[in-house]
């Protein structure tokens, strides 16, 4: 279940509460709110899941490009080696092996430069929003437990004041 969804979960829990006679208290089913708490906490890891892919795939781009690097390098070595024979064709070859690592090096470091960029975005996000919605189930947590110690202060009074 989606995060967004639970914590809506939460505002309807808490504002459909049986409200108390003294104020805007309101008590509320503690096996529901566990049970939402429950679900956040399997929501969130699904997050980092996700982040754990971006990374999978940063991976496979690297491998992909440092097979391309070699596929290119291997095809530069055997034109280098076909042109032994005449030297300027060798020192053209040498060259031109040269400039096809080089741009495969440059094209695997954008790659990299890439999806290292995307993956720590995407990580940062994640935690932004993982913890943005944990502060806000802490707010809710934290007037709910006001509620229900307010109510049972209240009826501690009301017992301690028909008993004494």
């Given at each position: 279940m989606e995060i967004q969804g639970i914590i809506d979960k939460l505002e309807t829990l808490v504002s459909e509460g049986k409200k108390l006679p003294l104020g805007k208290k309101a008590l509320i089913d503690p096996d529901k709110l566990l049970e939402l708490v429950d679900q956040l906490r399997v929501g969130v890891?699904?997050?980092?899941?996700e982040s754990q892919g971006i990374l999978n795939r940063r991976e496979e781009l690297l491998n992909q490009s440092l097979g391309e690097a070699r596929r290119i390098r291997s095809s530069a070595e055997t034109e280098f080696r076909s042109r032994l024979d005449d030297h300027e064709l060798l020192k053209e070859a040498e060259k031109r092996a040269e400039?096809?690592?080089e741009e495969a090096k440059q094209k695997a470091q954008q790659i990299l430069d890439v999806v290292d960029t995307?993956?720590?975005?995407r990580r940062s996000e994640a935690d932004r929003y993982a913890q943005e919605t944990l502060y806000k189930l802490e707010q809710q947590v934290a007037g709910t437990l006001s509620t229900v110690r307010n109510g049972i202060e209240a009826i501690e009074s009301h017992l301690s004041a028909s008993t004494g």
């Open positions: 890891p699904s997050d980092i899941v400039e096809i690592i995307d993956a720590s975005n």
